[in-house]
C-alpha cells in the first residue's frame, strides 16, 4: 500500500482529465499576458479572449493545480458574515455591491456552462452559515438581516438538512455547486478555440519595460504584451506591496463516499471548532461524496497537520457514521485585511498590471468576478463594481487597521523569532531523532537548515530561508512541504517552488558536508 502523503491529491484533480500544454520555448507578443492558470486567471484570458484580443496564459505548474485545484467548489454569494461586517464598516452600498456582483458571478458560471456545452455537475443548492453555539445566534440573526437588506434571499433559520442540530443558521437559496476543474476544462478548450495561448510549466521571474512590458521566464524566454494580469494567488510582481495587506491560512480537506439518503441538500459552514465547511457532490454510480472541510491554520507555523487531519476525520465519523476516508487535500486561500477581494489595476505598475487576489476562501465566485471586471477595464468598458475591488480603494488599511498591524506583527515576528528558535538547535539532536517522512529546521554551515528524512532514511537538506522575503520556513508532516509563515510560499522537499509569491527555489545544501548524514538509530525510539 502506498503512504498515505502519495494520495494527497484532490478528487477534482483526480476525475478532471485538464488537457495539457507545452511549456514557452521561444518569445511570444501579445495584447495581454495572463500569469496565472487557476479560475481567476483562466476565467480573465477567456473573457479577453471573447473580446478579440491576443491572450497568452503563463501557467508555473499545471492548469488549475495550485488553489483552484483544491478548492471545496462552492458557487455562493454567502461568505460566513461578510454582509454586516460590510455594512457596519462600509455601508449599506458597499454590501448591496458586494452580493450583486458576487451573485453576478454565480450566474456567470450557469452562463457560461450552458452557451459552451459543459458538463461540470453543476447544481442548485442553499447556503448555508450555522452555528451550534447559542452565543452565536445573534450574530446570525444580524448576518441574515444585512444578506437580505443587501439583495440576497437570505432568512434565519433553525432547521436544516444536517443530521445533528444547530442553534441557527443564515439560508440563501439558489447557490450553486460545481466540479469546478470540468468547468474550466470547457473553458480553456474554447479559449484554445478563439487564438488564446496557453504554456504550462512556465514560470514568469522578471518584468521589463512599461508598454509594452516583457515578461521574462525562468528559462529566458518571455512574452511581450500591451497588458499584463498576475492572478497568481499571491501576486508575484507586487507593485502596489499588497503583501502588507495579505494574510494566508489553510484548510484540511477530507472527503469520502456518502449514501444518497445522507446528502444534507445544502452547503454549510461554520467557524466554530477550528471551522467546519460541508458539501457533496456525485459520484458516477449515483451516490455522493461527501466533502468536509476544517482545521484552519497559517502556513509555515509548525502545526500538526496529520493530527488536524485526524480530528476532521474523527468529526465526520462522529456527524456522519459509516463515513470512510477516500481522499484528502489541503487548501490554501489569502484574506485582504479589510476583507474585500482586490481586483484591478496596479497603479504602482505603471497603469497596464492588473491583479486579482485576496478572495479569503470564496475564489469561485471571486475568480468568474475577476474576469469579467479586469476584461472591462482592459478594454474601458464601465464596471459597476470596480470600485469596490480596486487595489488602491481608499480606507483599505486605515479601515482594518488592527488586522493590518496584526498581520505586519505577526510577520515581524516570524522573521525574527523563528531565526533565533532555528540557532537554538545544534547539528545534532533534532536530526539524529528523525524518523523517515519527518522534517526539521536546525542550525547548520551558518545559518538555518531545513532537513527532511525520506522513506528510506536518506536525509535531505536545503537552506530554510525563503527566497521571496527571507522568512524561515517550517515543516508540514501532512503534505511533506515546507512552508512559509510570512508570506505563505510553499516549497517541495527537493526546494521547488510549489506555491508562490517565491520565484526561486530554497537552496540545496549537501547534508555530509553540514555533517547531517548520520543515519537514525531505532533503539533511539523506545516505540520502534
Not at 470540468?182 to 478548450?189: D, F, K, Q, T
Request: glycine share 12%; with cysteine.
Amino acid at each position: 500500500m502506498k503512504p498515505i502523503h502519495d494520495q494527497n491529491r484532490s478528487y477534482w484533480m483526480q476525475t478532471a482529465g485538464m488537457p495539457s500544454f507545452a511549456p514557452l520555448t521561444t518569445d511570444a507578443e501579445a495584447d495581454v499576458v495572463v500569469v496565472g492558470g487557476g479560475i481567476a486567471g483562466i476565467s480573465t484570458a477567456w473573457e479577453l479572449a471573447r473580446a478579440g484580443l491576443g491572450v497568452v496564459l503563463l501557467e508555473a505548474d499545471r492548469l488549475a493545480g495550485g488553489v483552484t485545484g483544491h478548492t471545496t467548489g462552492k458557487v455562493t454569494a454567502l461568505h460566513t458574515t461578510v454582509y454586516d461586517t460590510l455594512r457596519t464598516q462600509r455601508g449599506e452600498d458597499a454590501a448591496r455591491l458586494y452580493a450583486e456582483s458576487q451573485s453576478a458571478a454565480l450566474e456567470h458560471v450557469f452562463e457560461v456552462a450552458r452557451e459552451l456545452g459543459t458538463d461540470c455537475d453543476l447544481e442548485r443548492r442553499p447556503a448555508l452559515t450555522y452555528c451550534e453555539d447559542p452565543d452565536g445566534v445573534e450574530a446570525l440573526r444580524a448576518e441574515a438581516e444585512a444578506a437580505r437588506a443587501a439583495g440576497l434571499d437570505a432568512s434565519f433559520v433553525t432547521e436544516t438538512g444536517l443530521p445533528y442540530p444547530v442553534a441557527g443558521a443564515v439560508r440563501v437559496e439558489d447557490q450553486a455547486q460545481f466540479h469546478p476543474l470540468a468547468y474550466l476544462r470547457g473553458v480553456v478548450e474554447d479559449l484554445v478555440a478563439r487564438g488564446g495561448r496557453i504554456h504550462e510549466h512556465t514560470r514568469v521571474t522578471e518584468a521589463h519595460g512599461g508598454a509594452p512590458r516583457r515578461l521574462t521566464t525562468s528559462t529566458g524566454t518571455g512574452v511581450s504584451a500591451r497588458h499584463v494580469v498576475v492572478a497568481t494567488h499571491h501576486p508575484v510582481f507586487d507593485h502596489a506591496r499588497l503583501a502588507t495587506r495579505l494574510t494566508q491560512h489553510r484548510d484540511l480537506v477530507i472527503a469520502g463516499p456518502l449514501p444518497p439518503d445522507q446528502d444534507p441538500q445544502g452547503m454549510y459552514i461554520t467557524r466554530e471548532g477550528g471551522k467546519r465547511s460541508v458539501r457533496t457532490t456525485p459520484l458516477g454510480d449515483g451516490g455522493r461524496l461527501l466533502i468536509v472541510t476544517g482545521e484552519a491554520f497559517a502556513p509555515g507555523t509548525g502545526e500538526d497537520t496529520e493530527a488536524g487531519y485526524a480530528r476532521l476525520r474523527s468529526w465526520a465519523q462522529e456527524h456522519f457514521p459509516g463515513f470512510e476516508v477516500s481522499h484528502r487535500w489541503a487548501a490554501q486561500d489569502n484574506s485582504a485585511t479589510d476583507g474585500l477581494p482586490v481586483i484591478g489595476r496596479m497603479r504602482a505598475g505603471g497603469g497596464n498590471i492588473y491583479v486579482a487576489t485576496g478572495f479569503a476562501g470564496w475564489g469561485m465566485t471571486g475568480g468568474v468576478l475577476a474576469g469579467r471586471l479586469i476584461a472591462s477595464l482592459v478594454t474601458e468598458t464601465e464596471d459597476p463594481w470596480a470600485a469596490l475591488y480596486d487595489p488602491g480603494r481608499a480606507g483599505a488599511v486605515v479601515g482594518s487597521a488592527s488586522t493590518f498591524l496584526k498581520a505586519q506583527w505577526d510577520t515581524g515576528k516570524h522573521f525574527v523569532k523563528d531565526r533565533l528558535d532555528a540557532l537554538g538547535h545544534g547539528t545534532n539532536g533534532p536530526v539524529d531523532e528523525l524518523r523517515p517522512g519527518e522534517g526539521t529546521v536546525v542550525r547548520a554551515g551558518g545559518g538555518p537548515c531545513a532537513v527532511h528524512r525520506d522513506d528510506q532514511g536518506e536525509l535531505h537538506a536545503l537552506s530554510a530561508v525563503c527566497t521571496h522575503m527571507g522568512c524561515v520556513v517550517a515543516f508540514n508532516n501532512g503534505e511533506r512541504t515546507w512552508e512559509c509563515p510570512c508570506h505563505g510560499s510553499r516549497f517541495g522537499i527537493d526546494g521547488e517552488v510549489l506555491q508562490g509569491p517565491a520565484l526561486r527555489p530554497l537552496e540545496r545544501r549537501d547534508p555530509a558536508e553540514l555533517g547531517l548524514d548520520r543515519a537514525p538509530d531505532p533503539g533511539d525510539h523506545p516505540d520502534a
